[in-house]
């Protein structure tokens, strides 16, 4: 089975600083995609990055960047430059390919940015 | 294009009932998904269709059902309403295997 782990319940953040997310996950899979999504108050759960574990490469979206240390099974998230608009619960996910849609998700994160 | 669309957004239902919600993909998604929210449990995979076929199902007990039509709407059914099943219920549209997920803002329900 897949497990995703958030250890952080709640981070803070001053507005224009970087924090990073951590995230770590275990599988016996060789190859699987992971995710960074974000839930603003609004509920609705967006895309921030995602990461396929075949490439090495870190994946970066403008000020959001990950570290993916697929030995180790983790997923980091970092975001620059931290804007009031990320305020909102980070949510990171693993998924198993060739096997339909299913996202394991951890419990999240709170972020806070504060002004 | 329009987003994931999901109705109603909130309920309010008696324990006893059964509930019917409903989610209307992106246009082109074939493949939908649905995802229960607690603050308890996080968010937890309900079951996954893809052309009205159901290919995936998480650990739910018989009474949350689903179904998806073939213009790839979906709905999911909980029958025998509990207190417990007070959640946020997510879908999430896919257009094809392993790409991103779009998700709808969710139906609140609560159970009294």
């Known amino acids: 089975a897949q497990t995703v782990t958030q250890s952080q319940p709640e981070m803070s953040v001053q507005e224009a600083e970087t924090v990073t997310l951590s995230c770590t996950y275990d599988?016996?899979?060789?190859?699987?995609?992971l995710f960074w999504y974000k839930q603003p108050p609004s509920r609705q759960m967006i895309l921030v990055i995602r990461q396929e574990a075949y490439k090495q490469q870190n994946a970066t979206e403008n000020r959001f960047s990950v570290n993916f240390q697929k030995a180790a099974k983790s997923f980091s998230l970092k975001i620059s430059d931290s804007q009031l608009g990320d305020t909102a619960m980070y949510f990171c996910?693993?998924?198993?390919?060739?096997?339909?849609?299913?996202?394991?998700f951890g419990t999240g994160t709170s972020l806070t940015v504060i002004p | 294009k329009a987003g994931v669309t999901q109705t109603p957004r909130y309920l309010i239902k008696t324990r006893g009932q059964q509930v019917t919600l409903s989610c209307s993909p992106i246009s082109g998604h074939r493949s939908v998904s649905w995802y229960q929210q607690t603050p308890g449990q996080g968010l937890q995979f309900l079951f996954e269709?893809?052309?009205?076929?159901?290919?995936n199902k998480g650990n739910f007990p018989g009474r949350f059902s689903g179904r998806q039509f073939s213009n790839s709407r979906s709905e999911m059914n909980v029958s025998t309403l509990e207190l417990g099943d007070s959640a946020l219920y997510l879908c999430?549209?896919?257009?094809?295997?392993?790409?991103?997920?779009?998700f709808g803002q969710g139906t609140r329900l609560t159970v009294v």
């Open positions: 996910a693993f998924m198993k390919p060739y096997t339909g849609n299913q996202f394991y």
């Open positions: 599988t016996s899979e060789n190859n699987y995609y």
């Open positions: 999430a549209s896919v257009r094809d295997r392993n790409t991103e997920a779009f």
């Open positions: 269709y893809f052309s009205e076929t159901q290919r």
